[in-house]
């Protein structure tokens, strides 16, 4: 079936460096895209989103880019802080098979970002 | 603004008990999703609650079951509880809108023994 995959299950990146977190999807039909971080012992949170007629968008310190060519999403955070370390995930919108209207997030496996004081 | 919570924290049951997790949503979000997180994993959709009723549940049996109250906070309920089922539960809120985001709580941690 159609799944969201991470390309680096681990990455670690010396503090101040940028980090960029990759994630593969396979539904060419999925229009809304979303990173999250959850730090241990937490919930996921809300990073950033992105939509499919966009291909970037930026936050604080953090960039989403998509290609939809290749289904490719990135997340680009700068400056990398001890505090970013956690595991991030990428997800996609998958239509609700009910036909309701509304969606499903599918999560990849994640990412756990290490940042190296 | 609170977030979503949820109770318990942690809960340990045994084998072929019931586990009942609550969740409250953010105010004025009318959608509820709840989300399996076993170790190492990543997470698998359970089920959908919006105003009231069931939208959508994911490949899981039917010993999982909850349901959304009036208020919009909601109740997952696991029968004949088994050993692969412990996970963080996690529960999550939306304003029911297309394409925003989910705000997740910080789970229940389920262990069966």
């Known amino acids: 079936g159609e799944s969201v995959g991470l390309h680096l299950p681990t990455l670690s990146v010396q503090e101040g460096d940028n980090s960029i977190i990759n994630c593969a999807y396979s539904?060419?039909?999925?229009?809304?895209f979303i990173w999250y971080k959850q730090e241990s012992g937490k919930g996921p949170q809300f990073i950033i989103d992105?939509?499919?007629?966009?291909d970037k968008r930026q936050g604080q310190r953090v960039t989403v880019l998509l290609n939809k060519t290749v289904k490719h999403l990135s997340l680009q955070i700068a400056a990398t802080q001890p505090g970013d370390s956690a595991v991030y995930f990428c997800?996609?919108?998958?239509?609700?098979?009910?036909?309701?209207?509304?969606?499903?997030?599918?999560f990849g496996k994640g990412t756990k970002l290490s940042v190296i004081p | 603004e609170a977030g979503v919570t949820q109770s318990p924290t942690h809960l340990i049951k045994t084998r072929g008990q019931q586990a009942t997790l609550r969740c409250s949503p953010i105010?004025?979000?009318?959608?509820v999703y709840w989300y399996q997180q076993a170790l190492g994993l990543g997470l698998q959709f359970l089920l959908w609650?919006?105003?009231?009723?069931?939208?959508n549940r994911g490949n899981f049996p039917p010993r999982f079951s909850g349901r959304q109250f009036p208020n919009y906070s909601s109740e997952l309920n696991v029968n004949a509880l088994e050993l692969e089922d412990s996970a963080l539960y996690l529960c999550?809120?939306?304003?029911?809108?297309?394409?925003?985001?989910?705000?997740f709580g910080n789970g229940t941690r389920l262990t069966v023994t």
């Open positions: 999550a809120s939306t304003p029911g809108q297309y394409n925003s985001p989910l705000h």
């Open positions: 539904n060419s039909a999925s229009d809304y």
């Open positions: 992105i939509r499919s007629n966009m």
């Open positions: 997800a996609e919108n998958t239509f609700a098979s009910s036909g309701a209207g509304s969606y499903q997030l599918t």
């Open positions: 105010s004025g979000h009318t959608s």
């Open positions: 609650y919006d105003e009231g009723e069931e939208r």
